[in-house]
Each structure stands twice: as structure tokens, then as C-alpha cells.
């Protein structure tokens, strides 16, 4: 019932047919020199290359798969935001369905090219959510179901000035309000964008109701 404390306790001793090994350090760098990138190598290029932060670079170095994933929605593109978009919206769905990223109904070509449509300003982020529903459920080219949906959000001023001069008119007190306090301005935002079924650009509707109501 005595506690071992030291080493020669266990009764440990070196076995005599065993010779000892001795590598040389050109051995020792050529194994180094094929191994593959490890995860915590990855994690710290991604923060660097992409601009992860470490809890998302984390999540995605967690498997292979997905770091693969990551860097081929990434490539040529924002990381931050082909990161989010893997972690919020294709990481959620697959766990809401039980699948693996090797399973994904969403190519990384896919997922690249919604996140291509939104930094152009093709789409807004809630037509963005949409046409990922879309092609999670059909397939397809998102530039190509865009285009023959109509999904494109709308970027002329001149339309987007209409409505907002509808919904002015048609909440003067709300108009008083947002003059008094600026970040009401929101309210209006939403209301466009709602007239709207989400296809106005958020920042050209912000430029047009600063204009309209003399909010700086």
C-alpha cells in the first residue's frame, strides 16, 4: 500500500538487447521538411495571412477538411469574410443536419461565389441568405440564379429615393424624432428595406434618407 514517489520505485531499468538510436540532423530535418502543415502552424498563417481572429482561425484548423474548405472559399477573396460566412452559416446548417463539411451540398466554389456577389454589391447580406438557401436546396451557379430570379439588389438612386420619400410622408412623427435623435435613422433603414423585400443596398438607402431628412 506504500506510494511510489521516485522512478526507481516502478523498477524501471533500460532493456540490454535494445541499442540506442542515433539520428543525425540532416535525418532529422528531411523528416521535418515533408511533414505536413500543422494545425497550430495553420492557425497562426491564418491569423496572419486572412486576419482571423484566433477563435475563428481555432475553428476552423479544427479538421483538415475545413481548413481545406476555408482556403479554397478564401482564395483571392476577403478572409474575414469567408470565414464567417463558413462558421455562421455553412458550420450551422451542417450541424442542424448532422452533416460533415466533407458531405456539404455547398461546394467552396459555391460559397466563393456568394461571397464574391456580396463584396460586388450584387446582393445584399439578407438576399445573401436567401440564395445559399437556394443553392443548399437546388444547386446551381449562385451568379446564374441570381440573374434569372431577379435577386439583384436595387442600386439606382433614383428608386430607392421614391420610397424613401413614401415612407417619410408617411411617418412624419418618426421624421421628427429621427432629426432629434440621428440613430433612429435605423427605423427608416429597416422600413426601406422592407418595402423593399431586402433588395435595396443598406448604405445607398443611409446615404438617401441622411440627404433627405439633413442628418449629417
Not at 542515433?22 to 498563417?45: G, I
Not at 445607398?204 to 434618407?209: D, M, Q, Y
Amino acid at each position: 500500500m506504500r506510494s511510489k514517489e521516485e522512478a526507481h520505485d516502478y523498477r524501471y531499468f533500460p532493456d540490454p538487447d535494445l541499442l540506442p538510436l542515433e539520428f543525425t540532423q540532416a535525418y532529422v530535418d528531411e523528416l521535418a521538411r515533408h511533414l505536413p502543415e500543422l494545425p497550430d502552424a495553420k492557425k497562426a498563417r491564418f491569423i496572419a495571412e486572412y486576419g482571423l481572429t484566433p477563435y475563428d482561425a481555432g475553428v476552423l484548423v479544427a479538421e483538415r477538411a475545413s481548413a481545406d474548405f476555408f482556403e479554397a472559399v478564401a482564395k483571392g477573396r476577403d478572409g474575414k469574410a469567408a470565414a464567417n460566412w463558413i462558421i455562421n452559416e455553412l458550420f450551422g446548417r451542417l450541424n442542424k443536419e448532422g452533416k460533415g463539411i466533407e458531405d456539404s451540398p455547398v461546394s467552396a466554389a459555391q460559397l466563393g461565389a456568394i461571397v464574391d456577389l456580396i463584396g460586388e454589391a450584387v446582393i445584399s447580406g439578407k438576399i445573401a441568405k436567401d440564395l445559399f438557401e437556394i443553392v443548399w436546396t437546388e444547386g446551381g451557379d449562385p451568379r446564374a440564379i441570381v440573374d434569372s430570379r431577379g435577386m439583384k439588389q436595387v442600386t439606382d438612386t433614383g428608386a430607392i429615393e421614391a420610397v424613401v420619400d413614401q415612407i417619410i410622408a408617411a411617418n412624419p412623427d418618426k421624421v421628427e424624432q429621427a432629426k432629434a435623435k440621428p440613430t433612429l435613422l435605423g427605423w427608416f433603414v429597416g422600413q426601406v428595406m422592407k418595402a423593399t423585400g431586402g433588395k435595396t443596398n443598406p448604405q445607398a438607402v443611409n446615404a438617401v434618407l441622411k440627404e433627405k431628412l439633413g442628418i449629417e
